[in-house]
């Protein structure tokens, strides 16, 4: 069926059509949440009753059209709610990483003037009281969660939502207004920051509706399907694509516990999409292998038949539009053998994977689509709400993003930038002309992405123009290519690349320390810590190995000259990798500074400058 309301101009308008839509129904419902360890849905009507409440009581404390009202929380069914109220105003949501410090929360709400926020609970609360003597602008706080009593000029959620209630009864008129402008802002999405200070992308109703209903005409869904949310909605890619495009079709959206908890959960919820991020797909992988590993050796040697007979079906298929009579038989069989089995795992539904946020690697995508499951890959920044590409169900290329979604242009620089045109293209970045001036010019945004089309126009990124890393010999090298060779050993977890401005590369890399260990006790190695382990020498043979390999696939002056092994992961907490699940490059080399100077130090006496 598609879309409940294929002529929605606003979010409001697609809040309000999907709410008539499904007003009555007993049977189908927006969201479910886990209660007492079983999910329980949130119906229709008791969604759009809260949302009325709460808007109601934002209006009644001053919130009005284009104010800008914050959400600092984790997913849960209030952050949905929260959004629908404030856009439901005409007023502007914020949206705020949970794992953001006081420091950082305290730029975005100044530099975005907030009158209000809503937090999640007393963690996210903490932060806030910590800097609103810094905030004048900040007039309003609401917790999701019960307050203590004694909270003087904090409301809780569920006080909020009983003054909405009382307002509108004695005022049924009360959320009367003026219709919203399709060019009005929406929302302002601070971007991760991962060179440089956060900038507020402003981002429309048209831009963000516009997305909405051409991922619609790609990604087919209706009120049968449902999907397990667990990127943070805070991000424009799960915001977009995993509420309100599946809002906008009627399908359930079930809210995971954690990440830890992601493989029982879609055991559960049953889930017939799923939007995620290639790091997600390490983890499946890593826990497919490890429980085959573990099996006997017949059922090895089933499995990994099924892998090769997948990769040879699809192969013929992407060749030349069929495979053979034998090799369709036998991959029927596998199916049956171990396809069937694999996807029970991940609830026995789930058509396919919408993989967004970062690269996939190919043979990653091939991996799964060797054993019948289906992830489609696609592209695009904050900046364009955020999808551009994606690669069709019918048509999958891994390797590339696939191509444009409908509205949207795309062009390549001479440099190899890739250039977009579109409904979905931001207003501009928030009190900041003159980074919006660099990025959009005549007409076209400039995405600060290095690409290529192929003849059947699908994009492949090959790299982020700011990561180019210019040789102290002048050569420039996308790293992202060489860190996928390296991050495709199953002894690799992270990886980044440094070189700039020195005459070789070299690789810093966090090990997969659960295969490291299980190798040396394979190998009767005895040591006490993480640092002995990665120093001993039978573990550094496997990394000293590894940049051989993949040094025959790498011209000159881009092979790995040196590899240092790091002990701590690059995470969200530490400040090396953004809430989206990118590496900060600048940070994780400022980190390692004084380790990589010592390295090319070394390698100075060794190796002459190119």
């Known amino acids: 069926m598609g879309l409940i309301n294929p002529d929605f101009q606003t979010l409001p308008e697609l809040f309000s059509s999907v709410f008539t839509h499904f007003r009555t129904s007993e049977s189908k419902f927006p969201i479910a949440r886990k209660i007492n360890g079983v999910y329980e849905p949130i119906s229709y009507h008791a969604l759009e009753e809260e949302v009325r409440y709460f808007s109601a009581f934002l209006k009644q404390n001053g919130i009005g059209p284009q104010d800008r009202v914050a959400i600092l929380s984790e997913n849960r069914p209030s952050w949905y709610m929260a959004d629908m109220a404030i856009l439901n105003l005409g007023a502007v949501d914020v949206p705020l990483y949970p794992s953001l410090p006081p420091n950082q929360i305290e730029f975005i709400l100044t530099n975005s003037g907030a009158k209000a926020i809503v937090v999640s609970n007393m963690l996210q609360l903490g932060k806030i009281l910590s800097i609103w003597q810094k905030l004048p602008e900040l007039t309003l706080i609401v917790v999701m969660n019960r307050l203590d009593e004694g909270m003087e000029d904090v409301t809780d959620l569920n006080h909020a939502k009983e003054q909405g209630k009382k307002i509108l009864d004695e005022k049924p008129w009360f959320l009367d207004r003026a219709p919203l402008n399709p060019d009005d802002i929406a929302t302002i999405i601070y971007t991760s920051g991962t060179t440089g200070v956060a900038k507020g992308v402003m981002l429309t109703h048209r831009n963000i509706c516009e997305d909405v209903k051409s991922c619609s005409t790609i990604i087919s869904l209706d009120e049968s399907d449902c999907g397990l949310s667990f990127l943070p909605l805070s991000h424009a890619y799960e915001r977009t694509g995993g509420y309100y495009l599946l809002f906008s079709c009627g399908a359930s959206i079930y809210l995971a516990e954690s990440i830890e908890t992601i493989a029982l959960n879609m055991s559960e919820a049953r889930p017939t999409v799923m939007f995620t991020v290639p790091r997600l797909f390490d983890r499946m992988k890593m826990g497919i292998l490890k429980k085959v590993n573990a099996d006997s050796q017949i059922k090895q040697k089933i499995f990994y038949w099924a892998v090769k007979t997948g990769e040879s079906y699809h192969q013929q298929l992407n060749k030349s539009g069929h495979a053979s009579k034998l090799l369709t038989l036998q991959h029927a069989l596998a199916g049956k053998l171990v396809y069937h089995t694999i996807k029970h795992k991940f609830g026995g539904r789930l058509r396919y994977f919408i993989s967004g946020g970062a ?16 992830i489609l890959e696609g592209f695009g920044l904050t900046e364009t709400s955020p999808i551009t590409h994606v690669n069709r169900p019918e048509k999958i290329k891994y390797g590339t993003v696939g191509p444009p979604i409908n509205n949207v242009e795309v062009k390549i620089a001479e440099d190899g930038e890739i250039l977009l045109k579109g409904p979905n293209i931001m207003k501009g970045y928030w009190k900041d002309e003159e980074a919006t001036r660099e990025v ?14 192929d003849r059947d126009g699908y994009l492949k990124i090959t790299d982020r123009k700011k990561h180019i890393i210019v040789t102290s010999g002048g050569k420039n090298i996308a790293p992202m290519p060489i860190e996928n060779l390296i991050s495709d050993n199953p002894f690799v977890d992270q990886v980044i690349v440094v070189g700039e401005k020195r005459p070789f590369l070299i690789a810093l890399i966090v090990p997969d320390f659960t295969k490291l260990k299980e190798f040396a006790a394979q190998e009767g190695i005895s040591v006490g810590t993480q640092r002995e382990l990665i120093e001993h020498k039978s573990v550094q043979q496997i990394y000293e190995k590894l940049m051989r390999t993949i040094s025959r696939q790498l011209a000159t002056h881009e092979k790995i000259r040196k590899f240092m092994l790091i002990e701590e992961s690059f995470t969200i907490e530490n400040g090396q990798m953004t809430p989206s699940m990118k590496l900060k490059r600048k940070a994780i080399t400022t980190k390692y500074a004084a380790e990589i100077d010592k390295v090319y130090n070394a390698l100075n006496m060794v190796y002459n400058t190119e």
Do not use: C, H, T
């Open 359 to 374: 690269a996939l690697p190919q043979k990653m995508g091939e991996f799964f689509q060797a054993l019948d499951i289906n």
């Open 440 to 453: 959009l010019r005549d007409g076209w945004f400039y995405s600060g992405d290095i690409g290529e089309v």
